[in-house]
Structures are given as structure tokens and as C-alpha cells.
């Protein structure tokens, strides 16, 4: 008779939800840009129009107001997205070349500090030892070891190109940044009242608001429900805050037309 365990059919093991790996953040190159600036360029432009509005201007005033000021602070934001850049990187590149130097001329002092840090991270002083004179063999990888352990940089990418990174914010700074202005170019054919077209701008700044915070709960591996609710509350509080203010300057403080 043949052992009768090796007939018991194998059940695939069973998934530990705790031990379940994580999901790994939406990635891209240029992911981040757009989300971010999205969500800048809703809440900024959604404010405007709720200023506006409670200040009971025409729909005229609001569309030459917004798209004049969309178009000013998406070069601001682009321009500025690309000198952040530009200098992160150029930063990267002079400390690399600091790095260097002190490896190249204070080797054995800068491998002391690195095994110092590598112990104080909590690995014994014979392994942080025995793996500084691992990478003491190979310059580049010691100074890119140097970089990041104590001064938390990582080698400058030099396949990025900090003018797309600006041109890409703001082209999404314009894309998104439409979307509470669209709702008084849509509804011309149907309705004059501007408190009608408000309201269709806060439908549509809404629902931009939403899925920009679905995409940065995709990224950032967040809830959706709470990274979506988050999104909304801070769009709300600002063009709440916004109303408020155009509301109180016209009619208690009495500026008019």
C-alpha cells in the first residue's frame, strides 16, 4: 500500500491579509506635476470665480478676471516648478562634487564617518566596518553612499530636464484651472443669471476636485474616500473664504463699481 498522504490533494496556502505586500504609489514621470498643480490651479481658480461672484460682477468680468489670472499664475507656478528644479539638481551636483573631494583627499576619516552612521542606524561595528571597506573598493558607489546617509541626496539625474517639468505644470496648471470657468462659457446659451453659473462652476470645480484627489490617493496610496474628502474640504474652505471676502467688500464695507 502506497502512503495514503501523498494522495491528499496540496491546498494552495492561505493569504495572510496582514502579511498581504502593500501596493506600490502610481507612478510617473511627470505624475506628480500634474496632480499637484491641478489641485493648486482648481482651488485658485474656483476662489477667483467665488470672489467674483459675491461681488456681483458679469459674467464677462469673471472670464476676463479668470482666464487672465489662470494664465499669469500658470507661468508663475511653470517658471517656478523649473527653477526648483533646476537648482535641486545643481545642488545635487555641487554637494557630489564636495563629496568627492573629501573622499578623494580624507578617505579614511570619511569612511570612519560612514561607519559611525551605519552604527548608529544600529549595525554592529564589525558589519559597518566590513561593508565601508566593501565600498571603499569602488569611489563612485562610497561618494553616492556619503551622499545619501548623511547628507539624505541622491546623485543628480542628468536624463531630467527641468524645462519639461515646468512646461508641464503649466500646461496642467491651464488644463485643470479651466474647469471652474468653463461652467459661464457652457451655460451662455442657456441662462444670464451669473448665481446659475456659479453654481455650475462649483458642480465642475467639484468634480475636478474629486478626481484629482482619487489620482493623488492612487500615488500617495492613501484612502480615496478620505484623500477625495480632503480634497473637497480644502476646495470648499477656500472658495468659502474667498466668497466671504468679496461679499464683505461690497456690501459692509461698501466698496461699489
Known amino acids: 500500500m502506497g502512503d495514503s498522504r501523498n494522495n491528499v490533494p496540496l491546498l494552495p496556502p492561505l493569504m495572510d491579509e496582514e502579511n498581504e505586500r502593500p501596493k506600490e504609489p502610481w507612478k510617473g514621470e511627470f505624475v506628480k506635476s ?74 579614511r576619516n570619511q569612511q570612519h564617518e560612514l561607519v559611525q552612521r551605519y552604527q548608529a ?50 500646461a496642467a496648471f491651464l488644463v485643470f484651472g479651466c474647469a471652474p470657468i468653463l461652467a459661464f462659457i457652457i451655460l451662455i446659451p442657456f441662462t444670464k443669471s451669473v448665481k446659475i453659473k456659479f453654481i455650475g462652476a462649483c458642480v465642475l470645480s467639484a468634480l475636478a476636485l474629486a478626481l484629482l484627489g482619487i489620482a493623488k490617493a492612487k500615488i500617495a496610496g492613501q484612502n480615496y474616500a478620505v484623500s477625495t474628502g480632503i480634497t473637497l474640504f480644502n476646495g470648499a474652505v477656500a472658495g468659502a473664504a474667498a466668497y466671504a471676502i468679496g461679499w464683505t467688500l461690497r456690501n459692509v464695507a461698501g466698496l461699489e463699481e
Not at 65 to 91: H, P, W
Not at 132 to 154: Q, T
Open 34 to 107: 500634474i496632480v499637484y498643480a491641478g489641485l493648486d490651479a482648481i482651488v485658485t481658480s474656483f476662489s477667483l470665480i467665488s470672489s467674483i461672484s459675491a461681488g456681483r460682477l458679469s459674467s464677462v468680468d469673471v472670464l476676463v478676471l479668470g482666464f487672465a489670472n489662470l494664465v499669469a499664475d500658470g507661468i508663475s507656478m511653470g517658471f517656478g516648478d523649473f527653477v526648483s528644479s533646476s537648482t535641486e539638481r545643481d545642488v545635487a551636483v555641487k554637494e557630489r562634487s564636495v563629496t568627492e573631494w573629501d573622499v578623494e583627499h580624507h578617505r
Open 121 to 170: 542606524l544600529g549595525m554592529n561595528a564589525g558589519d559597518a566596518a566590513m561593508v565601508v571597506s566593501i565600498f571603499a573598493k569602488y569611489p563612485d558607489i562610497l561618494v553616492d553612499e556619503k551622499m545619501a546617509a548623511e547628507k539624505g541626496m541622491l546623485p543628480a539625474d542628468q536624463t531630467e530636464k527641468p524645462w519639461k517639468n515646468g512646461l508641464v505644470t503649466f
